[in-house]
């Protein structure tokens, strides 16, 4: 499993901490807004909707209509599927 946080306004990708924290924590150091960033889980060794899981704690928002660990904004997982497309698939 790997880590991953998507800016989903600047189409930004990190990945690869112990923590979704520390990848958000280094994303907003860069600029992005908390508003923004969405943590998620990449399986490299499962295929089709078994290589992502929209889970994390960082989810957590209940003033963004989020109030789950699982990202419930279709558009956001759409989002993130698209950064996922362009940086790790490719």
């Not at 889980?41 to 109030?67: A, C, K, V």
């Amino acid at each position: 499993m790997i880590k991953c946080v998507a800016d989903v306004k600047q189409g930004l990708l990190a990945l690869d901490a112990e923590l979704h924290a520390d990848l958000e924590r280094l994303l907003l150091d860069n600029g992005s807004n908390g508003e923004d960033l969405w943590g998620f889980n990449l399986y490299p060794e499962e295929d089709g909707e078994d290589f992502i899981e929209f889970d994390s704690l960082i989810n957590i928002r209940s003033w963004q209509n989020n109030p789950s660990r699982d990202i419930l904004d279709p558009n956001v997982r759409e989002a993130i599927k698209q950064i996922v497309e362009q940086f790790i698939i490719g």
